[in-house]
């Protein structure tokens, strides 16, 4: 297993469920999971089924739960009919929510706007039936790139209304990534906005769309819809782009939702691998939906009166599931935020919190870690200086949360009353898979405890053989799940390579190392591939050093991670360029260079945190880098390990000096 993997923290402390929320859970008590537990493993197909005909709304019943048949493309409840949209609006409108706000949008600047659940229907409505207009149909790809707003809530939920396949691509990505994955998943749409708006500051969109356009190769690009945020100056295609406002004006206010088959794919999302380009992610329309609806029902004990708030962005996973498709499908009012935390202070979350009388708040370590260390500096933004008693219960996503940022979160936002869910999930698995549940499960600091009903989690060893509880191992899902992964657009090899290898015997590989103690809880210790997580978002190392080497200076280069307080991981770069090796203000000026292409090239959240030249890597004598010696070295540390294979020892001395 991969030196990546730090071994397992001692944490000891354990704290019950408070009885007052055990009492009024949606899954109450040990027994009541246990039993949920058991049902799911007698009878799985049992269990999915009745619980796919108890939550969601059926156009056409289906009558087979699972096909295994071409295992491992398995179909979930294959020969159903459904609308994903229509389950998330007209279901609700149906059972008296109509006047239920489903919405509150809380700008950059701090303006409120809300939309009720028949509001946010009309705007749907109206939105997908200007796409209908322009002859847009079932089965279409639409790249999503906008800001956080209503406008990109209603955008999936227009083309899930059509069967229009989306891709949303996240509005900190640039104009390459942009042009990647618009031809990667063959869009004949964009839907964008002019400019967003970050922590006081408007950054362009519609530029990017255009770079990427003049990148060449988009002509199956037939509109470019522009949200107006800010009515910044934008250039302009008139055969092509369309004010987003003048297609939707006249529209009717009721579309009919189409039927799709329940395996029709919802979206696909691109995600970082060990190696290559970013995968499409493809994800089903009927089991997606059910455990979108179902985990918002268990994790977060969702109940009627509850303002849920998902910090995600929309263009990963978590605002896809916990904020476009879980709390609509369950009729919830949710919080969608333009901004940023620490704007206009570090006090923003709490100050919403009290403004909009938070009861569920879900948001990543990192920015847990970031808030922690501005409120030690300034009482203002602490916590504690703000009426955060609405709050019942919290969650952290996206990488393991360290015990200390943990009991800063129980102490300073639960008030020491409040569960923390810490949910193990992935861009593949759709929904949660490991994760406490807040009226059951015991929590340890660090741990994301135990699987939920239906989820066989379990560590293997490299054959897929069980281990032992205490030993480390890979994490696998032995068994099919609704939610899951159905294949990489275009690329049904490599969803079979990397997601289901031989040796394994059919079970699901996460891509994460991870024990397992006594009481069967699961505690995480990294990836085992070269994948790194910078602020709970996944960058491949392959990804960063190939966008390094298409930089006409650089020859080589190998990338690796290094603990970071604040953001997890950090990128640390090495470098061979072209030319002799730099130092002093050379090597400081080529480094900015470097970081600064990253940014145009990936996106900000790829720049290397620090990068380091050198006249070589190092290397075994068969020419493969040894990135574990690059890690220690990343770190600071000495380098101890045995590099007797290697081909130029002396290497290692010059990547220790940083620029
Ligand atoms: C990877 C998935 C799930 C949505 C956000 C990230 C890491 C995620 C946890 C957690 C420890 C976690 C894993 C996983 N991860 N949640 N609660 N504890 N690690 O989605 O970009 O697909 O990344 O994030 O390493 O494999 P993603």
Same mark, same amino acid.
């Given at each position: ?124 409505c ?15 790809r ?68 255009d ?74 329309s ?150 406490p ?36 191992g ?5 068994r ?10 275009g ?32 505690w995480i ?9 910078v ?35 950090? *990128? /640390? $770069? ?9 130092d002093?203000? %050379?090597?400081? &000026? !080529?480094?900015? #260079? @470097?970081r ?5 090239e ?5 720049k ?23 890690? *220690? /070295? $990343? ?11 290697? %081909?130029?020892? &002396? !290497?290692?001395? #010059? @990547?220790t000096?940083?620029?």
């Amino acid at each position: 297993m991969s030196n990546s993997i730090q071994s397992v923290l001692v944490e000891t402390r354990v704290f019950p469920p408070p009885e007052g929320f055990v009492k009024q859970a949606n899954i109450s008590g040990q027994a009541a999971y246990q039993a949920l537990l058991d049902e799911s493993d007698r009878d799985p197909n049992g269990f999915w089924g009745r619980l796919a005909k108890e939550n969601l709304h059926w156009t056409k019943p289906f009558t087979q739960v699972l096909d295994e048949s071409n295992a491992p493309f398995y179909k979930w409840f294959g020969d159903g009919e459904l609308n994903v949209s229509a389950n998330c609006l007209e279901a609700n409108i149906e059972r008296g929510l109509g006047d239920k706000v489903a919405i509150i949008f809380e700008a950059d600047g701090g303006e409120v706007t809300k939309v009720t659940y028949h509001e946010l229907y009309e705007r749907v409505c109206q939105m997908a039936n200007g796409l209908k207009s322009l002859g847009y149909k079932t089965g279409d790809r639409a790249i999503i790139y906008l800001p956080m707003s209503i406008e990109a809530v209603a955008a999936m939920q227009a083309c899930a209304r059509l069967g229009i396949i989306h891709s949303v691509v996240f509005g900190g990505f640039s104009s390459k990534a942009l042009h990647e994955r618009i031809i990667d998943v063959g869009a004949s749409l964009v839907i964008t906005a002019d400019e967003q708006v970050r922590g006081g500051k408007q950054i362009p969109l519609k530029p990017a769309v255009d770079e990427a356009f003049g990148m060449g190769g988009c002509d199956i690009v037939r509109h470019c819809l522009v949200y107006k945020r800010t009515g910044g100056s934008v250039a302009w295609d008139d055969k092509r782009d369309m004010w987003l406002h003048d297609l939707v004006k006249d529209q009717p206010k009721t579309c009919e939702a189409v039927p799709v088959n329940a395996e029709h794919p919802l979206f696909i999302l691109y995600t970082s691998g060990s190696t290559g380009k970013p995968k499409g992610v493809q994800h089903s329309s009927g089991g997606y939906l059910l455990w979108a609806k179902l985990t918002m029902q268990w994790t977060f004990d969702a109940k009627p009166d509850d303002v849920f708030w998902c910090t995600a962005d929309v263009g990963w996973v978590t605002g896809h599931t916990y904020i476009t498709y879980g709390p609509l499908a369950n009729g919830m009012t949710q919080i969608v935020f333009e901004g940023v935390p620490t704007y206009p202070n570090a006090g923003r979350f709490w100050e919403m919190i009290q403004r909009h009388h938070v009861s569920i708040f879900y948001t990543a370590p990192t920015a847990i870690r970031s808030l922690i260390k501005a409120s030690e500096a300034n009482a203002a933004v602490h916590p504690k200086s703000f009426d955060l008693s609405s709050l019942r219960l919290l969650g952290s996503v996206g990488e393991p949360i360290n015990p200390e940022a943990w009991m800063w979160y129980h102490i300073n936002v639960g008030q020491e009353r409040c569960p923390i869910v810490d949910t193990w999930w992935q861009t593949e698995t759709g929904g949660h898979m490991i994760t406490p549940l807040p009226g059951v499960t015991p929590l340890k600091p660090g741990s994301c405890t135990t699987r939920l009903p239906g989820i066989t989690a379990a560590i293997v060893d490299e054959t897929g053989g069980d281990v032992e509880a205490g030993q480390g191992g890979f994490l696998v899902i032995k068994r099919p799940w609704p939610s899951m992964i159905r294949t990489i657009w275009g690329d049904p090899e490599r969803f079979k390579t990397s997601y289901f290898p031989e040796e394994l015997r059919g079970y699901y590989l996460a891509g994460d190392g991870a024990q397992c103690d006594a009481d069967n809880c699961f505690w995480i210790m990294g990836r085992i591939d070269d994948v790194l997580n910078v602020s709970g978002h996944r960058l491949g190392t392959m990804e960063v050093e190939s966008a390094l080497v298409a930089h006409e200076l650089v020859a080589e280069a190998a990338v690796v991670g290094r603990p970071d307080a604040t953001t997890g991981e950090a *990128v /640390v $770069a090495f470098v061979v360029l072209k030319r002799a090796t730099p130092d002093g203000d %050379e090597a400081v &000026a !080529i480094a900015k #260079q @470097l970081r600064d292409w990253i940014s145009k090239e990936i996106g900000p959240i790829a720049k290397p945190k620090e990068i380091r030249f050198g006249d070589n890597l190092p290397k075994t004598r068969s020419g493969k880098i040894m990135r574990r010696l690059l890690r *220690v /070295v $990343a770190k600071g540390e000495e380098v101890t390990q045995d590099v007797s294979t290697l %081909e130029n020892p &002396a !290497i290692l001395d #010059q @990547l220790t000096k940083p620029v």
